[in-house]
């Protein structure tokens, strides 16, 4: 990495922060206005290159750009709704309130597998609460972090520096997380990653953002409309190759529905269409890299190894022998195997039955991960009870739907090993904004807090 070129981008960064920080908001929500109406129009082009680099399919790549989109339009709405509270003061003619302000410059790493999306969520909110942004994608995704910034060169004006793209890997990640003019790091990533980087963040008392990995987990219960679920498990489970940091890995089924449950999997796994992402007939495309094939046959070899039957899994040859196409793998354990306790980035499912939903959701809580979780169920006391405390231990739980494919409008993370973050919908701008507790006294005395005596005699 060239030092100086670093510093000098940082440099850039922070001189337009400082100028952009103080537009209005609303004035800032503009410039996002039009980013998202430029995205519109370049949205076949943009998910063309998500299509090229991530490898995922077409319509998949079409909606990873209107989660761009959509994260411009709620960015929007928020430019006029950064409040801050006011509380009752204790004291006479005093006023207590909340200001946000600015960070200043945002570092952001992002994945392979939502190279404009994740970008999107963290920009938007950064961009309206008045911070530049030094964007690292991944190595894999180059092409797409050019293609977004070219979209806000367009639009932006003089503010174009408010996005700046670091190329690169490790290096570059760990020198944004040295840098002490960062103010705020926010990153995407396998737990690992976030395990090595956040030290370095902490070490140095930087703000963090962690969007780590996931092992979710969905629960069926004898009630579960069967129809609506293999389709959930099936999208969560293999779709963008099960490379979803909310990809659904293990599933528990009811034992009064597990034959017909699994049987039914079976069938809709084996008709899943995978081929070239940019074929319209394609459901599954190629895994990102021959590091990714092989981790995930490490995990199968060790399956295989204990004697576990494992349907799929296979790789097979499409086209380009360089490409990594595999045969999604359904997993029937009859106890709870090692390797469902870390996440492979593959579509591996894990199937187990259980016999009662306390005993489904304790394993499904039972790993070191908490980003997404489901149940399958048309029964309220089942889904209640999963949803309440003493349910699922997740940062995303949801009903009836599978565990990927949130909508940007809530907050998006999760607990444990993921990392604690929130980012895109509800108030995760706050991520984004230093909060300033002020309070005005506009009387004539001096009242102390706690009634405190402090008498000049
Ligand atoms: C990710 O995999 O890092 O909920 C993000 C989803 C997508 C975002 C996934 N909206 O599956």
Same mark, same amino acid.
């Given at each position: 990495?060239?030092?100086?070129?670093?510093?000098?981008?940082?440099?850039?960064?922070?001189?337009?922060?400082?100028?952009?920080?103080?537009?209005?908001?609303?004035?800032?929500?503009?410039?996002?206005?039009?980013?998202?109406?430029?995205?519109?129009?370049?949205?076949?082009?943009?998910?063309?290159?998500?299509?090229?680099?991530?490898?995922?399919?077409?319509?998949?790549?079409?909606?990873?750009?209107?989660?761009?989109?959509?994260?411009?339009?709620?960015?929007?709405?928020?430019?006029?709704?950064?409040?801050?509270?006011?509380?009752?003061?204790?004291?006479?003619?005093?006023?207590?309130?909340?200001?946000?302000?600015?960070?200043?410059?945002?570092?952001?790493?992002?994945?392979?597998?939502?190279?404009?999306?994740?970008?999107?969520?963290?920009?938007?909110?950064?961009?309206?609460?008045?911070?530049?942004?030094?964007?690292?994608?991944?190595?894999?995704?180059?092409?797409?972090?050019?293609?977004? %910034? *070219?979209?806000?060169?367009? =639009? $932006?004006?003089?503010?174009?520096? +408010?996005? &700046?793209? !670091?190329? #690169?890997? @490790?290096?570059?990640?760990?020198?944004?997380?040295?840098?002490?003019?960062?103010?705020?790091?926010?990153?995407?990533?396998?737990?690992?990653?976030? %395990? *090595?980087?956040?030290?370095? =963040? $902490?070490?140095?008392?930087?703000? +963090?953002? &962690?969007? !780590?990995? #996931?092992? @979710?987990?969905?629960?069926?219960?004898?009630?579960?409309?069967?129809?609506?679920?293999?389709?959930?498990?099936?999208?969560?489970?293999?779709?963008?190759?099960?490379?979803?940091?909310?990809?659904?890995?293990?599933?528990?089924?009811?034992?009064?529905?597990?034959?017909?449950?699994?049987?039914?999997?079976?069938?809709?796994?084996?008709?899943?269409?995978?081929?070239?992402?940019?074929?319209?007939?394609?459901?599954?495309?190629?895994?990102?890299?021959?590091?990714?094939?092989?981790?995930?046959?490490?995990?199968?070899?060790?399956?295989?190894?204990?004697?576990?039957?494992?349907?799929?899994?296979?790789?097979?040859?499409?086209?380009?022998?360089?490409?990594?196409?595999?045969?999604?793998?359904?997993?029937?354990?009859?106890?709870?195997?090692?390797?469902?306790?870390?996440?492979?980035?593959?579509?591996?499912?894990?199937?187990?039955?259980?016999?009662?939903?306390?005993?489904?959701?304790?394993?499904?809580?039972?790993?070191?991960?908490?980003?997404?979780?489901?149940?399958?169920?048309?029964?309220?006391?089942?889904?209640?009870?999963?949803?309440?405390?003493?349910?699922?231990?997740?940062?995303?739980?949801?009903?009836?739907?599978?565990?990927?494919?949130?909508?940007?409008?809530?907050?998006?993370?999760?607990?444990?090993?993921?990392?604690?973050?929130?980012?895109?919908?509800?108030?995760?701008?706050?991520?984004?904004?230093?909060?300033?507790?002020?309070?005005?006294?506009?009387?004539?005395?001096?009242?102390?807090?706690?009634?405190?005596?402090?008498?000049?005699?």
């Amino acid at each position: 990495m060239d030092k100086n070129k670093y510093s000098e981008l940082v440099t850039k960064s922070k001189a337009i922060s400082n100028k952009w920080r103080s537009l209005p908001a609303p004035q800032r929500g503009e410039y996002i206005r039009l980013f998202g109406e430029e995205l519109r129009t370049k949205k076949e082009a943009l998910a063309s290159t998500i299509t090229k680099e991530a490898r995922k399919i077409k319509t998949e790549s079409l909606g990873e750009v209107q989660e761009a989109i959509d994260m411009c339009d709620f960015a929007v709405g928020l430019s006029r709704q950064l409040y801050g509270l006011t509380m009752p003061s204790e004291r006479p003619n005093h006023r207590l309130q909340e200001l946000w302000h600015p960070l200043g410059v945002v570092g952001c790493i992002t994945a392979f597998n939502f190279p404009m999306a994740v970008f999107a969520w963290n920009f938007c909110l950064a961009a309206v609460c008045g911070n530049s942004i030094i964007w690292k994608p991944s190595p894999h995704s180059n092409g797409c972090a050019i293609g977004m %910034k *070219e979209v806000w060169d367009k =639009v $932006s004006g003089e503010f174009a520096d +408010l996005v &700046l793209v !670091l190329e #690169g890997g @490790n290096e570059e990640a760990v020198a944004l997380c040295e840098d002490k003019r960062i103010d705020l790091i926010s990153a995407t990533g396998s737990t690992q990653m976030g %395990k *090595e980087l956040a030290p370095i =963040v $902490s070490a140095r008392l930087g703000k +963090l953002l &962690l969007e !780590l990995g #996931g092992n @979710n987990a969905a629960i069926v219960c004898p009630s579960a409309d069967l129809d609506l679920t293999i389709k959930g498990i099936a999208f969560s489970a293999c779709g963008t190759t099960g490379q979803r940091c909310t990809s659904l890995r293990r599933l528990f089924v009811h034992e009064d529905i597990y034959e017909d449950c699994t049987k039914r999997l079976q069938k809709c796994f084996d008709e899943l269409v995978i081929g070239c992402p940019t074929k319209e007939s394609s459901q599954i495309g190629p895994l990102i890299s021959e590091a990714s094939f092989n981790s995930m046959q490490d995990t199968i070899n060790s399956l295989k190894d204990k004697g576990i039957n494992i349907s799929g899994g296979d790789r097979i040859e499409i086209e380009d022998p360089n490409e990594f196409y595999v045969k999604p793998a359904l997993v029937l354990v009859n106890q709870i195997e090692e390797e469902m306790l870390s996440e492979t980035f593959a579509p591996i499912l894990y199937v187990k039955s259980y016999k009662n939903i306390e005993e489904a959701i304790q394993m499904q809580n039972d790993v070191s991960q908490g980003l997404s979780s489901s149940i399958f169920t048309n029964d309220m006391r089942e889904s209640e009870l999963f949803l309440s405390e003493a349910g699922s231990d997740c940062g995303i739980a949801n009903v009836n739907i599978g565990t990927s494919g949130a909508e940007i409008g809530g907050a998006f993370g999760g607990e444990k090993d993921t990392g604690g973050g929130r980012e895109s919908g509800s108030d995760a701008w706050k991520n984004y904004m230093r909060r300033m507790t002020v309070t005005v006294n506009y009387g004539e005395d001096l009242p102390l807090a706690q009634g405190v005596e402090f008498d000049e005699n």
